[in-house]
């Protein structure tokens, strides 16, 4: 196994570093105020990026995208990931929704959404949060879909439901089972239209002071057709996981490139910058923050790259999934942290990309499952592997 970037991958992946770092960070002041101004700048983006073939790159050629194989746009994906605004100007922001529909929907329902998602015509949004309860445990979630004839009757309360109010539709996580029925079969993925009737987005949830469209929505006798159910019925937990796992590395290997960024420009600045006679650079405590930095982002990038491997093998590599959630997470948060603490005070403040940066990464530690979860189960079937006899050898699966 060699973790070089394949020679094959360097001209496409160098091609997108130079699309991030000449058009989309510069932007990123004008595209964070989400007005008018920045939409027509996306759009301008978007243009550019498929005029130029960087366009929906790790999205099947099938589907209209470019086609690159998972490992391959794993190490594209890293560069992408300096911006927060990498996907949406690229067109991977719907690449776990477009996989999740190709590998799952009807005819109808890819007629509908698969192809105009796939080229951001439209945008998808996806609902598992829920407010009250505990949804590092999604068994316990309340949401329910009655079938009343030939109609689905969705009742419940959502939130976190990323860009729901500006999405074509939400595909929703319910309760379609009776009870009595195993937890992990009783629950369905049902594609919601947000123009249905009830469906109502009572806010935009705010996260740590950033504008996400993180919406709490309320589905008040929602009304759809039988036909939008996603996939086999009481299957909604397979579904989930199929699109959790890749996703996963696809958000670990953004915060490498979010590190990465953080990472140049802190040393940048320690050359920039002097004090006490004599440059930030020469100061011990500061060569400690780059070597910190320097061996948690290498480990970082170790492990992803290491899960990317199994996947790509065929392996569902829950066990390396785990780890890099938590580690990566960790990672991203400490190295713009050093950062921030590099520039003093103008690191908190909007002067810099930095400030807006740690907001993210901390939320990191909790999207797609906290922590503790990943801990959690991550232990335990390492655990098992001993319970039953055998060691758990390293890399050597």
């Not at 490139?257 to 006490?276: I, P, T, V």
């Not at 392996?315 to 050093?338: P, Y």
Request: net charge negative.
């Amino acid at each position: 196994m060699s973790f070089e970037v394949p020679e094959s991958v360097r001209p496409i992946r160098d091609a997108v570093h130079a699309f991030m770092t000449e058009r989309v960070e510069p932007a990123e002041p004008v595209l964070r105020r989400g007005d008018e101004e920045a939409r027509a700048l996306l759009a301008d983006l978007q243009r550019q990026a498929k005029r130029e073939g960087l366009w929906a790159l790790g999205h099947p050629k099938e589907l209209g995208g470019g086609g690159l194989p998972f490992l391959d746009y794993v190490y594209v994906n890293e560069v992408q990931g300096r911006s927060e605004f990498g996907q949406l100007a690229l067109g991977t922001f719907t690449l776990q929704d477009s996989l999740m529909l190709h590998r799952h929907a009807s005819p109808a329902q890819r007629e509908r959404y698969l192809k105009p998602l796939v080229q951001a015509e439209i945008y998808p949004s996806f609902a598992m949060t829920e407010p009250g309860i505990s949804s590092s445990d999604p068994t316990q979630l309340t949401t329910t879909a009655t079938l009343e004839g030939d109609e689905w009757v969705i009742r419940g309360r959502k939130w976190f439901t990323t860009l729901a109010d500006r999405a074509a539709y939400t595909t929703v996580m319910c309760r379609t089972e009776p009870e009595g029925t195993p937890p992990h079969l009783a629950f369905s993925m049902i594609l919601v239209p947000t123009d249905t009737p009830g469906y109502t987005i009572v806010r935009d949830t705010p996260v740590l002071g950033l504008d996400g469209g993180h919406c709490e929505v309320i589905y008040d006798e929602v009304r759809v057709p039988a036909e939008n159910l996603l996939g086999p019925r009481g299957h909604g937990f397979v579904i989930a996981q199929e699109r959790l796992g890749p996703g996963r590395i696809f958000h670990c290997m953004r915060w490498l490139g979010q590190a990465q960024r953080a990472f140049d420009l802190m040393c940048a600045r320690l050359h920039e910058r002097s004090a006490f006679g004599g440059p930030l650079a020469d100061k011990q405590l500061m060569q400690q923050h780059v070597f910190d930095s320097y061996a948690e982002i290498q480990a970082a990038r170790m492990l992803t790259l290491h899960a990317a491997h199994r996947i790509d093998a065929g392996d569902q590599a829950r066990v390396e999934i785990g780890a890099i959630k938590v580690v990566g997470a960790r990672m991203l948060h400490n190295v713009i942290d050093r950062a921030i603490q590099v520039y003093g005070a103008e690191g908190l403040t909007g002067d810099t990309p930095l400030e807006h940066m740690y907001r993210h990464a901390r939320a990191a530690r909790i999207y797609d499952g906290p922590d503790e979860v990943h801990i959690t189960t991550t232990a335990r079937r390492i655990l098992k592997e001993y319970a039953r006899g055998r060691n758990w050898e390293f890399g050597l699966r």
